[in-house]
């Protein structure tokens, strides 16, 4: 049983940068697709950064350039590095796996078979 817990939200001001982190625990290696999503309030969740074991890594648009994802597979951590954040970022912030995919992973939420409880960003203009 996969286990995802994630930390490092909190606010900030427009402009500034946060790292979420995604401890992962039930599993010998970080080796299938993972992610992270968004959610805000009213809206649906999103995909912000999807990571496959090659690793080939998704950004959308609206992240593109200052969203990086990335892994410590010896620690087994997910990070995501967020920069230049605006308030339409604001939004709870959730880690996410596929285990039954390592290429070819998908962006959908309803394709995660793991999710963590969230961790809240909020960015102040």
């Known amino acids: 049983q996969v286990q995802l817990v994630e930390s490092g939200g909190g606010s900030v001001q427009a402009g500034g940068s946060l790292r979420l982190s995604c401890a992962v625990s039930?599993?010998?290696?970080?080796?299938?697709?993972m992610g992270w999503f968004r959610q805000a309030p009213g809206k649906k969740r999103e995909a912000v950064a999807i990571?496959?074991?090659?690793?080939?890594?998704f950004y959308p648009d609206s992240v593109k350039g200052r969203f990086t994802i990335s892994r410590d597979t010896a620690k087994n951590i997910l990070y995501l590095q967020m920069s230049s954040l605006k308030p339409e970022d604001t939004a709870m912030y959730y880690c996410?796996?596929?285990?039954?995919?390592?290429?070819?992973?998908?962006?959908?939420?309803?394709?995660?078979?793991?999710w963590g409880r969230g961790t809240q960003v909020t960015v102040s203009s």
């Open positions: 039930g599993t010998p290696e970080m080796n299938y697709c």
């Open positions: 990571i496959s074991k090659t690793p080939r890594t």
């Open positions: 996410a796996a596929d285990s039954r995919r390592q290429i070819d992973c998908g962006s959908e939420p309803s394709l995660q078979n793991y």
